[in-house]
Every structure is written in C-alpha cells, then in structure tokens.
C-alpha cells in the first residue's frame, strides 16, 4: 500500500526492529497493521494524517508504543511522498455530471459523427470500451481505470440520449430505475429484513429479482445469452446455488471433476471428436463449478495465467532476437530453459 514510496535503507530498517526474537516480530507485525489501518482511514476518508495519533495514545496498553513510534515516522514520509487527492463533494460532482450531459448534447448537434450514431452503431465500442476497463482493473491501473471509466458512462449517457430522442427514456429515467431496484433489493438497507452477511444477502437477491415487476420469470433467465461461456457458466451455477442447488460439502465437487474427466478421456480414446468436444465441456463446466465453490473467480485467474504467460513468451522472444536466433530453429529444450529462466525472475 503507502509502504511502496519507502527506499530500500527504510524498509531494512524495519526489518532490524524484528531482530530481537519472536514475540518482538509479531508485536511489530501486529503495531504495524494497527497504525496501518488508522492511515489509510485517514487517506480514504480525506483526514489529515496526524489523525493517526489517537493510535498512539491508545497502543501503550497493547505494549506497541516503542514500535508504533517507529512506524509513524515511517508512514508520515510514505504520506508526504504519497500523491494524495482529495475527493470531490457531491455539489462538485453533481456540477461534473451536468457538465458532462451539457457536452454530449452539444456533440449530438454539431459533431457529423456523434449525430450519426445509433444504438446499434455504438453497440460493438461499447462492448470494446468495456473490455478495456476491465483490462485496466486487471493491471490495477488506477489512472487507466478512471479513463476508461469514462468512456464506459459516456456510452450509458449516449444510449440515454437516443432514448430521449426517441420519447423512451432520459437519463432520469435510467438513474430513478437504477435507484427504486437499489432500495427494492437492499431490503436489510431500507426496510426490515435482517441479513448479516454477503452470503444471505445474495440468497435474498435472487428471490427478490423474481418478484420484481419486469424482473426475472425463472431463476437462470436473469443471464444474458450474449456472455462470454466462462463467465456464463459461473453465473449459472451462483443463481443456481442461491435458490438450494449445490454441494452440501464443496469437496464433493472432486468426484465429479473426476468423473467428468474420465469421460473425456473415454471420448478422445475412442477419437469421437463431437462426444469428446460435449466431454470437455462438461469438465470446464465441472472445474469452474469448483472454483466458484472455492470462492476463486474463473475468469479472473484464467486472465492471470494468460497474463503470465504472455510475460514469459515475450521475454522467450526477446532473449532470442538479442542472441540473433529465430524461435523456429530452437529446440524446445532450448527454449523450456529460457522459460524456466523467466519463472525464476518472477515473470
């Protein structure tokens, strides 16, 4: 988090402070984290720092005060090498917005472009601007996030403005939507329903979207055919689980991943492409079940691994046009050690 401004000399003098034993170190990881999350209430919340101090009048009945001391030295100069932004107030944010749907309405009469387009036409940037935000989430770039945030909301705008256009809909009418299915589907928030954690929460979700007026008729129907198959399957079997349907423990999904991959093989011995293609399937199907049982998101760790791999090719690459040689005339043990070479830099 903030310690990523410090210089190497600082972090090993963190490190010194943990040399006198193991009940030293945990008392240090534990003063660490308590003043940690005192700073980053103060950073998010747009407090000053020095807010921090209440921590340190509190922590000499925890027995940290030597090490908190230390600590509060070291986060102030991460704070002061930190670029810290103020957020907005809603008045300034409120004023943004207007701005924003000012403009766009200025664009859809005079720019030979903007006025053009139709619902159909955006449709496919839409569907791009999209994937680029979520690239952007998947690197963590905070800058590229807000950018493509803004491309994303300019296409929600732009469908509204069609709307209006046509007498459908404004973007009232897209926020007072947005806002009666928020209340109707945080009854534990605005009504009487009791829901203590996220689990009960989304078991609420799914029995409340088939009451709703234009909501959904069955329990499945609320998933868009148009998404992606990884992403579709995963959000089949959570609906699916919200109204009872799943493991009463989550390693009997083991058996079944077995299962599903003993048929494959059946299938692929038999050299049956079509069963062995409906096989295989069924074991991605099998395998994502299982991760969304181990509260890992599928598509998440498989861009993770398509991420990794493109870090390990590209340096694969690089290494042999440096050495003037050309992939194709490279054995693969060759190419397995420069591999292996780019594992152990953590690529």
């Known amino acids: 988090m903030y310690f990523s401004a410090l210089k190497p000399s600082q972090n090993r003098l963190c490190l010194l402070e943990q040399s006198n034993g193991i009940v030293t170190q945990l008392r240090f990881q534990l003063a660490s984290r308590w003043l940690q999350f005192g700073f980053d209430i ?66 859809r009469v005079k720019c030979p472009w903007d006025r053009k387009q139709t619902n159909e036409s955006l449709r496919p940037n839409t569907i791009e601007e999209t994937y680029e935000l979520c690239d952007a989430i998947m690197r963590d770039d905070k800058k590229e996030i807000c950018k493509e945030l803004g491309d994303v909301l300019l296409h929600v705008a732009f469908y509204a403005k069609i709307g209006s256009e046509t007498g459908d809909f404004d973007i009232k009418d897209v926020c007072d939507r947005l806002c009666e299915k928020l209340i109707f589907r945080h009854p534990h928030v605005f009504g009487e329903v009791k829901a203590d954690t996220a689990g009960q929460v989304s078991e609420n979700w799914e029995q409340l979207k088939l009451k709703e007026k234009d909501g959904n008729k069955t329990v499945l129907s609320g998933v868009p055919s148009a998404l992606p198959s990884l992403i579709k399957a995963y959000r089949i079997q959570d609906k699916a689980r919200n109204v009872g349907f799943d493991w009463e423990e989550k390693e009997q999904v083991w058996d079944k991943v077995k299962e599903e991959i003993a048929e494959f093989q059946v299938e692929v011995a038999n050299m049956d492409k079509e069963k062995a293609e409906a096989e295989f399937g069924d074991v991605m ?27 390990r090719f590209n340096y694969l690459e690089e290494h042999t046009i440096k050495e003037g040689k050309n992939l194709k005339d490279m054995s693969l043990e060759e190419m397995d050690a420069i591999w292996n070479e780019a594992k152990k830099k953590g690529l």
Not at 72 to 93: A, V
């Open 285 to 311: 199907f099998s395998l994502i079940n299982a991760a969304r049982l181990y509260k890992i998101n599928p598509d998440n760790a498989l861009e993770l691994t398509n991420q990794k791999f493109i870090r």
């Open 42 to 107: 103060a950073v998010r919340y747009s407090l000053n720092p020095l807010f921090t101090t209440f921590l340190l009048q509190s922590a000499p009945t925890l027995g940290f005060y030597p090490y908190l001391c230390k600590r509060f030295q070291i986060l102030i100069f991460s704070y002061q090498t930190h670029i810290y932004k103020k957020m907005h107030s809603r008045k300034e944010q409120m004023e943004a917005f207007g701005r924003f749907l000012d403009i766009l309405d200025e664009l």
